[in-house]
């Protein structure tokens, strides 16, 4: 029997060590696109009830936060550098990151996570539904796919398949049952299927930049620890609220 401790700090990541939180064996993370006033180009929320003859809503011509403009990507680098485990010497123990990005920057973060010893990588694409660029939709082929990288220094990260084949794409599962709090919040399914692939039960998960937190309840539904950061006093308080009200801070496994 041992805790399962699950904390979202209200604070940049940079600002770790004040926590004194263990390291991970997989650091999982949502950066900004970077979108910029651009973000709602392509969405109906451009426009008032999603109508263009409406008129331009308050979010037309606005980016989904400031962080999308000012996330540096070489600090974010290095704090997972320096807070995954070390390589330990048995084999399929080896600790990674999760990077979703936009498929524009996916070389640039190969690039510097390259830069703080991250050497090799794996592109995983998933597969989505619907487009949520409807307005494009009779102009241009619309984008239906989110992007990410798995990124591991030397040895091959931690793999738990169960004897199955895992592809590297995946279904894009959702699931309406949890709280919507973030604009660029990732499914909960979909975390939870690659928390389990590659950590095992009471392993250690951090999300650098938590957002809605649902890294954080993924964890906590599968019995991992898991450490959080989230920069936004709104997004903070929502997460707290709402995704978080009803898990136990330590649990017991």
């Not at 989110?146 to 895992?166: D, H, Q, S, T, W």
Request: charged share 25%.
């Amino acid at each position: 029997m041992k805790d399962i401790k699950i904390e979202l700090y209200n604070d940049h990541f940079q600002n770790y060590k004040r926590y004194s939180i263990p390291k991970a064996q997989l650091v999982i993370a949502d950066i900004p696109y970077n979108l910029g006033s651009n973000a709602y180009g392509s969405s109906p929320e451009w426009y008032i009830d999603g109508d263009n003859k409406n008129g331009e809503s308050e979010k037309a011509g606005k980016s989904f936060f400031d962080t999308d403009e000012n996330f540096k990507i070489a600090e974010f680098m290095h704090f997972c550098s320096k807070m995954l485990i070390k390589e330990p010497k048995e084999k399929g123990k080896a600790p990674c990151m999760i990077v979703f990005c936009a498929f524009q920057q996916m070389q640039m973060v190969i690039d510097y996570a390259n830069r703080y010893g991250f050497k090799h990588y794996i592109p995983l694409v998933f597969v989505k539904k619907s487009s949520a660029q409807v307005l494009k939709a009779n102009m241009k082929i619309v984008g239906g796919t989110e992007y990410a990288l798995v990124l591991y220094r030397e040895k091959l990260p931690k793999f738990n398949n169960e004897g199955k084949m895992i592809m590297n794409w995946f279904h894009w599962e959702t699931d309406g049952s949890y709280p919507k709090i973030h604009p660029t919040q990732k499914p909960i399914p979909v975390l939870k299927r690659l928390i389990q692939i590659f950590t095992d039960t009471g392993d250690v998960v951090i999300d650098p930049v938590s957002g809605s937190a649902s890294t954080l309840r993924a964890c906590a539904e599968l019995n991992r620890h898991c450490y959080g950061f989230e920069i936004k006093k709104e997004f903070y308080r929502n997460a707290k609220k709402q995704m978080l009200c009803n898990v136990n801070m330590s649990l017991i496994i």
